[in-house]
């Protein structure tokens, strides 16, 4: 089993829909945990990253993180073509290295 | 502007060859990784280094080498290359320490094995 599992998708979704991205993880002593979003024949970037339980909101983004459950999300609301993209989760625990998910390939259809 | 970079972006080489991929980041971060993406199993880590003379194996070494002489550059060996390490390869690089969570990813290098 994988320490972080998140589902490959594809996932196509109408503009202007809330997309809901999610990830499970095994190692409960994962404190960090971040979305990186990449663009078709990109390198990834960081989106947004959140310390802990609890949520973090940057503009159309909410990002989740349910320790007890080990499930982390991702929301984007008012989706836009531009959010085309493959969305990875990564996580780690202190100074160790980051532990991605396969990552989900997203599409937003005008 | 500080930034990192990969050569080359493309590759062609034959079984059994010995393949260089260069990284070369301006950060000055003293953490270097270097991945391979592929359909399925998202980024996966090769080899990284926390600081020169430092190299560290990932969940997939086998096969691959790294050396960090200077912070600037970690270049990425296959000693013989094969078919099965056809994918893409993306360096990365990040300032280190327990809140320093981001990782300034490269555009990658697409390496095909014939």
């Known amino acids: 089993q994988k320490e972080v599992e998140q589902d490959p998708g594809p996932l196509s979704v109408p503009e202007g829909a809330i997309v809901s991205l999610n990830c499970t993880y095994s190692n409960s002593a994962f404190q960090y945990f971040m979305w990186y979003r990449q663009y078709s024949r990109k390198g990834p970037e960081l989106l947004m990253y959140?310390?802990?339980?609890g949520n973090k909101e940057d503009g159309r983004f909410t990002a989740q993180v349910d320790k007890s459950s080990k499930y982390i999300s991702l929301f984007i609301r008012d989706s836009q073509p531009s959010d085309s993209a493959t969305y990875l989760c990564?996580?780690?625990?202190?100074?160790?290295?980051?532990?991605f998910g396969q990552g989900t390939r997203l599409t937003i259809n005008p | 502007d500080a930034e990192i970079t990969q050569s080359p972006r493309h590759k062609i080489t034959e079984t059994g060859r010995q393949v260089t991929l260069a990284c070369h980041q301006t950060?000055?971060?003293?953490?270097m990784f270097w991945y391979r993406q592929d359909l399925g199993h998202g980024l996966r880590l090769i080899h990284y280094s926390y600081g020169v003379q430092d190299t560290n194996k990932g969940e997939v070494s086998d096969g691959y080498s790294v050396s960090r002489s200077n912070t600037e550059d970690l270049p990425l060996t296959l000693e013989s290359a094969a078919s099965s390490q056809t994918s893409v390869y993306f360096c990365a690089s990040g300032a280190g320490g327990p809140s320093s969570n981001e990782q300034f990813f490269g555009p990658g290098t697409r390496l095909t094995v014939l």
């Open positions: 950060w000055n971060h003293n953490n």
């Open positions: 990564a996580m780690k625990e202190g100074a160790q290295k980051l532990v």
């Open positions: 959140t310390y802990s339980s």
